[in-house]
């Protein structure tokens, strides 16, 4: 009888459809009481590519149009403290054509950011170590990592909209409001991290260290970047200003890092999809209920 019974359930698992279809979509199925149908799957590293390389070419092309075509239109001019030879990041995207370029592609990764801390601020609550006792201080910092990197994302498209042009005081309150959000950020992140499932290994802990990696650098660039800035305007040191410079820029460039990292946080672990979800039909049958009401052939 046993026997009998095991051949049937083998015959029955033989017939049982793929989770997949041949779209590469999840067959339609029923879950309390809702019927979901699955739309459109998006591949996670795409969405990831489309969210790192946007500002990454936006930036870099900025800053290398104006120092390689526009330069002595910002580099050579001349303030009260003597001519500084780089740029600030706030001059160069004051320019026409560098100001496209990075309003365009900064502008439009910010969806797409929003996305991914979304995911993130879900995903950190359902991966949570358990073995991690101080549940409110791991929740403290999730929502920290939500509503700190909403901000960041806000004051980063209005350092870009409003410019030194439009603005000069409102645009560097968004930019030092910017930097700050960027690091309470970084840390509520490398926290969740350290103290959830996605600490594991294969990419848990590459991940991890090149977070603190980058944060750290980016800390140790800010004082660097504020004594180079009053040296220059309180005390006259024009290469100060070339180092404020390059703080700006390697500030930029090392955000933008961090939030890479997050191609080993949803590599393999995370799937993007659109479904349709309805109230089922009483006693309409799924495919797979169907398959399984077919009788085995002996």
Known sequence: MSSATSTVEKGIRRKLPPPLNRMGLFEPYIKDGKKITEIVRLNPVEVFLAGFIPPMFGSVSAIAIALIFHNDEISNYNWQCGRARLPSLSRIINLPVERTFWQLFLLFHVPIRVVELITGFSRYKRMRNVNYKRVWLYELSRYLYFVVGLLELIFLSGLSIIGERENIQVHVIFFYVFGIC???????????????????????????????????????????????????????????????ALCEYSGVFLNICFHGCAFFDIRYKVTFSVRKIEDAIQNEPTKQQQVEAIPEKH
Request: glycine share 4%; charged share 10%; aromatic share 22%.
């Open 182 to 244: 960027g690091i309470v950020h970084m840390i509520a992140n490398i926290f969740c991290h350290a103290h959830s499932l996605y600490y594991l290994n294969p990419y848990g802990r590459l991940s991890y260290y090149l977070k603190i990696l980058f944060t750290s650098l980016y800390v140790l660039s800010t004082p660097i970047l504020v004594a180079s800035f009053l040296l220059y305007w309180r005390k006259c040191i024009t290469w100060a200003y070339d180092v404020f």
